[in-house]
């Protein structure tokens, strides 16, 4: 087996589905000798930022010379990504390597009868792995869906929880209200061990707080009020932010969206609960601040041309925000693509609301998820855009959306698996 045929076998996966996903994580990772809690780590979940938070929470900590492991979810273009040691993606031969460990486990699941597992089980499980045999000082673990049966869930003592802003995503499999997913999220807290949260409600604020006081674990809430935008530019935002460990201090992110002042000072706030871990000065916190990149958010790949990872009603309601700072000024492009499961009408709403953009083109994503270039383009019209045009190939609509930008902005939103498409072209657009 080669490395391509490792990342074929994992991606074929998806149609299986576990019956007690939580139970069958622990015996996996069992029978490899409980690789998750074999390094300190920091456990992350929550609907929006928390890719972004674990992308704040490393660049810290290598900042401050440590030897930090990072684990995300969805990749963009190459599976690879999901695992990182100080920023390097893990490579093809030890990808390929650690596959081989974990298959014989899986071989030994399927000759007892027992339940294939899942694509997040065997990449959850490799990264567990990895982090162990590379010997990181600390691991940043961002869950997959939700928290409580997720196989990340399966660290048994990490350093701290962080949960970040909840909205409401996958109801299916979480629950249709901010209090039944916020429970689901929740369930990463650990008995004693500190959780720092953002305040999204109060009713998602009371379900976190009443688990981590029956698990006689220190909460910590992160309010609006704790971050105040000072100076927005082209280059990023000066803002203040107040806490308890680093009172009033000035903290400068390179991003145009005002939600990430909410990411990075919860990833702030946490290494404040952890001082006595980390011991690193608060200059250096705010350089590794400064210094994060994250791929897909509201990222700018080519000038005029931002990248943004929204995907559900709350990201795009954030998203929506920052690009509407510019509609007056610009001519606003949006290239557009979501799946079955979001609700894309209600975010195509939010878009044509809030931005009014000048032209939208539409494509999509292949799957069993797949909602039509289209049906989307008709959604947009709908709405009232007068400019709509609809390409099923993800490539070809980014070359068509860049034509039309003129000189303009370009908004690629929606879709996480559009973005990964078209920066895997990457070489072909951007000449």
Known sequence: MNYQEAVEYIEAIPQFEIIEPLEHAKEMLKRLGEPQNSFKAIHVAGTNGKGSVCAYLDSMFREGGFKCGLFTSPHLVKMNERFKINGQNMSDETFLRLFKVVKKVIDDFVSEGKEHPSYFEIVCVMGMLYFKEQKVDIAIIETGLGGRLDATNTIDQPLACVITSIGLEHTQYLGDTLGKIAREKAGIIKPNVPVIYERSSEEVATVISNRAQKLNSKSYQLDSSMYEIILKTARGIDFSFYCKYYKSSTIFINSIASYQMANASLALYTMGVLQEFHKLSLEVLKAGIAKTKWEGRMETVLPGVIFD??????????????????????????????????????????????IKPAAVVTTQIEGERIITADKLAKHFVAEGCSEVYSNANVVAAFKQAMKLREDGLLFCVGSLYMIGEVKGAYKEWAQ
């Open 309 to 354: 990872g929204a995907h559900n009603e709350d990201g795009i309601a954030k998203f929506a925000e920052t690009a509407a700072e510019f509609s007056e000024e610009y001519r606003i492009t949006i290239l557009f693509a979501a799946v079955s499961d979001k609700k894309y009408q209600k975010m195509i709403h939010t878009i044509m609301d809030k």
